[in-house]
Structure formats: C-alpha cells, structure tokens
C-alpha cells in the first residue's frame, strides 16, 4: 500500500492533483484543506496518503498534514461514508471543527457539511465520540486552536483557493462577495467556489 508521495506537481485542481514520483504520474483525490497548502505546479510536494482498493481499481487520497489522514480514516470505520463522502467533509469543515462537533455532539455543525444529513451526523456521533476524545487527548498542545468566524473563514478559504488558482486577490474578492451576498445562508465553500469560478472566466 503507498502511504506517502514524495514528488513534483504536474497539476492541481480542487479536489485532485498529480504528482510526478519517479516517471510514474499519480492522481490523488486531495480535500480543499489540502489544495489550499499546495506549492505551484512544478514544485516539490509531499503527500500522506490513503490507499483504497476496490473493484473498479485502486485510488489514492492525500493530505498535506498526518492528522487529517487520521480523522479521513476514522470516518471511513463509520458505516455509510466511503472515501469520497470523507473528503468531502473534510472539504466542507475544518479536521478540529470536526473533531470539536463530534466530541461536544453538535448536530447543527455537523448537518451544514455538505453532503451530511441529520442521520449520518447522529452516526458519526455515536460511532466516532470516543474516537476522537482519543485524538484530543493526542493532539500535543492539550487544547484545539480557537474556531474562527464561519462566515469569515469560508470567505478567507475561497479566496486562498482562487488566488492558488492565479487570479487576482482583488477580483476574486469581489466575485466572492456578490455571490455570498446573493446566495445568503445557502452559500457553501464549493458553491461559492464554482459560481467564483464562472464570474472570474468570463
């Protein structure tokens, strides 16, 4: 099984990358977490990586930090989330918000990820409690970094992922804030990323 990657990235996108590893190009899912803290193309980059292996061939998810490999892993011991569901969870909240929402059960955090409804939130909270009381415990500094402002920080996240893109912080600032303006309390980071997307195209 691959556990880590350590190359040159020939391309990035939002939700994959390929990394040149010896000849060998692989494509490797990759969360916006993990998209955010990516060089440019053509540098240096090293992943942790998941394997999975399944009928229709074999796929390799990867994170820029350990922990996150480790909470990516844990959600697949819940039943109903596979791999593509649990990057896009890490995707739609941060690895300590997550931890933070299932260790204090706070089913309205955990429902406004996408993809996640009130059922698969109470199951990761019944199956994942105790897992991540362990992870805190582990986490080295004895305490989980402040949350920030949730609107604020989905903000700061879609602009980070579009700048990486090569677009100019002024005006992905501005699509940003029509489309949070226009979309309200329904704007996701991977709506506001893709209505960004078409505004700064054309």
Known sequence: MIARINGTLLHKSVDHVVVDAHGIGYRIFVPLTTYYELPEEGSAVVLNIHTSVKQDGIHLFGFHADREKQIFQLMLSVN?????????????????????????????????????????????????KDKVGKLQSDGGDGGLAPIPDEDEQMTEDALSALMNLGYKRNAAR?????????????A???RVLKEALKILAG
């Open 188 to 190: 996701t980071i991977d």
């Open 174 to 186: 501005t699509a940003i804030d029509a489309i949070r303006e226009t979309m309200g309390e329904a």
């Open 80 to 128: 109903g989330i596979g791999p593509r569901l649990a990057m896009n969870i890490l995707s739609g909240i941060a690895a300590e918000e997550l931890i933070r929402a299932v260790s204090q059960g706070d089913l309205g955090m955990l429902v406004r990820i996408p993809g996640v409804g009130k059922k698969m939130a109470e199951r990761m909270i019944v199956e994942l």
